[in-house]
Nanobody
């Protein structure tokens, strides 16, 4: 049974940093794409960043380029999202997700597995 467990959310001031973690278990993710999504109240869930587990390719939404970095630790089977220069508009619930295949970024509906989400709040 695949499980994705996020952690690392919290409250931070604008300009600050947070690192989100996604611990993955239940299968081998070598040919999977891992993604981070976010959803703010009243908005649809949208793509933030993605990484191909085996291929080391990454992809970012334009609004986070240069501020966020996605990377993985194979030994820990964990994917991270390092978020720097945070803005109040980054406030949302952040979700980790996984989909088979290596196409980036992929549509939200292609992602088969989802974590429970972690709240990120950026104060001005």
């Amino acid at each position: 049974q695949v499980q994705l467990v996020e952690s690392g959310g919290g409250l931070v001031q604008a300009g600050g940093s947070l690192r989100l973690s996604c611990a993955a278990s239940g299968r081998t993710f070598s040919y999977y794409t891992m993604g981070w999504f976010r959803q703010a109240p009243g908005n649809e869930r949208g793509f933030v960043a993605g990484l191909t587990w085996g291929g080391d390719r990454t992809y970012y939404a334009d609004f986070v380029k240069g501020r966020f970095t996605i990377f993985r630790d194979n030994a820990k089977n964990t994917v991270y999202l390092q978020m720097n220069s945070l803005k109040p508009e980054d406030t949302a619930v952040y979700y980790c997700a996984a989909k088979p295949g290596l196409r980036l970024p992929g549509t939200t509906s292609e992602y088969d597995y989802w974590g429970q989400g972690t709240q990120v709040t950026v104060s001005s």
